[in-house]
């Protein structure tokens, strides 16, 4: 099985900082990846796709980097509305496994 | 507009039973892979188990390998998961997810609300 080890667990940010969260998978997985965002009490959002690709409707602050094992989110300049908890997910075999995810609060 | 409501979930006890449901609307579920993801309270999300479009190629993960059933009814637009021999581990909110891999045949993301499933005695 594919371990996706995620960094940080959390993260304490202000609005308007520029944060990034790694992701890195134990074999290669190409660029077969995906970030969520999840908020309380509500399912899980697809942002990124194909490790770089935004989802349509995501704002443009959110970028997708990597491919093979190593494989960043960044977040440009945080809103109030980015405070949440993020997961990648790797797609590339099966089972499909899911980072541990990051916790992202106010500073 | 697409919805995945999910249903069946409560409190069982430890060996037990349950039966999910996700009841899909506003597409055919027919030609559409579909997964089922869950969340234990206030931890991460674990893949579960995923059936192909005519339900003959499936995939589960190794914990619930042996004690769940995915499968689906076209038909009835319903795609289904049946849980036996339930742990105090199983307990989480089960989502059930169409696709979850982007294509360009399905680009969208969509997940049902989630149902809650409790083992405990």
């Known amino acids: 099985d594919i371990q996706m080890t995620q960094s940080p667990s959390s993260l304490s940010a202000s609005v308007g900082d520029r944060v990034t969260i790694t992701c890195r998978a134990s074999h290669g997985i190409r660029s077969d990846l995906a970030w969520y965002q999840q908020k309380p009490g509500k399912a899980p959002k697809r942002l990124i796709y194909?490790?770089?690709s935004l989802q349509s409707g995501v704002p443009f602050r959110f970028s997708g980097r990597g491919s093979g094992t190593e494989f960043t989110l960044t977040i440009s300049s945080l809103q109030p509305e980015d405070f949440a908890t993020y997961y990648c997910?790797?797609?590339?075999?099966?089972?499909?496994?899911f980072g541990q995810g990051t916790k992202l609060e106010i500073k | 507009e697409v919805q995945l409501v999910e249903s069946g979930g409560g409190l069982v006890q430890p060996g037990g039973s349950l039966r999910l449901t996700c009841a899909a609307s506003g597409f055919s579920l027919r030609t559409y892979w579909m997964h089922w993801v869950r969340q234990a309270p206030g931890k991460g999300l674990v893949w579960v188990s995923r059936?192909?479009?005519?339900?003959?190629?499936?995939m589960y993960a190794d914990s619930v390998k042996g004690r769940f059933t995915i499968s689906r009814d076209n038909a009835k637009n319903t795609l289904y998961l049946q849980m036996n021999s339930l742990r105090a581990e199983d307990t989480a909110v089960y989502y059930c997810?169409?696709?979850?891999?982007?294509?360009?045949?399905?680009?969208?993301?969509?997940w049902g609300q989630g149902t809650l499933v409790t083992v405990s005695s």
């Open positions: 194909g490790a770089s």
């Open positions: 997910l790797q797609h590339n075999s099966y089972p499909h496994t």
């Open positions: 059936i192909n479009d005519d339900g003959d190629n499936i």
């Open positions: 997810v169409r696709t979850l891999v982007h294509s360009a045949y399905d680009p969208d993301d969509y």
